[in-house]
């Protein structure tokens, strides 16, 4: 099996999608360890539930970008992974760490890539009047948000969306695809070579699967 660390900062619903995945179907993978730069955040409590291990490393106890991702590097390596997941991790990582490792970090950013990289994604959406909204899985590299996209999710739009429903709809659909790709990474079908995706040894689409 695959080890597997995952990276949180929050509620942790997709860890929670990957734990039950990997419990009840054979993803071929395993988390063993979940890291979390919040700490009061509920996925570490997920975690515990599922007496995987946990970490705090809180970022206002550094000073630099730098000196909190040299000893993130040095935690998530303490675990000796295969695959780094970012789910819900809500900080830029630097060069250095992005390129340690490279072709096995994997994010879920909330909106259809290239489509709002960043922050407020569901808001940004809804005040563009889009009709369709979704959820990407990529590899992580240094420019923020814009590795290659493994698949897409969409969901619609309606017009009186708020934020909250929107952010709801998009998150079901996460919970569906996040296991799936690290399942296909667990299995040795997915990688990453010269900034493109591949399944199978077949170049994936420029937005990914849908
Ligand atoms: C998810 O919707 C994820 O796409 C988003 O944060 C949420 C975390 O939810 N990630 C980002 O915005 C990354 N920039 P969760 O903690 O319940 O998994």
Known sequence: ?????????????????????????????????????????????????????????????????????????????????????????????????VMHYHGRMLNIHPSLLPKYKGLNTHS???EAGDTE??????????????????????VPVFKDDTELELAARVQEQERNIYPLVIEWFCRGRLTMENNKAYLDGNEIPENGYA
């Open 124 to 126: 940004r959406a809804i």
């Open 133 to 154: 909204h979704g959820a990407s899985v990529h590899f992580v590299t240094p420019e923020l948000d814009d590795g290659p996209v493994v698949i897409q999710s969409k």
């Open 1 to 97: 099996k695959k080890r597997i660390v995952v990276l949180i900062s929050g509620n942790g619903s997709n860890l929670q999608a990957i734990l039950d995945r990997s419990l009840e179907q054979n993803i071929h993978g395993q988390v063993v360890a979940v890291i979390s730069n919040r700490p009061d955040a509920y996925g570490l409590t997920r975690a515990e539930q599922r007496e995987v291990d946990t970490q705090v490393l809180d970022h206002t106890e550094f000073e630099t970008r730098e000196a909190y991702d040299y000893q993130l590097k040095n935690l998530i390596d303490s675990y000796h992974p295969d695959l780094v997941v970012l789910a819900g991790f809500m900080r830029i990582l630097s060069d250095p760490l």
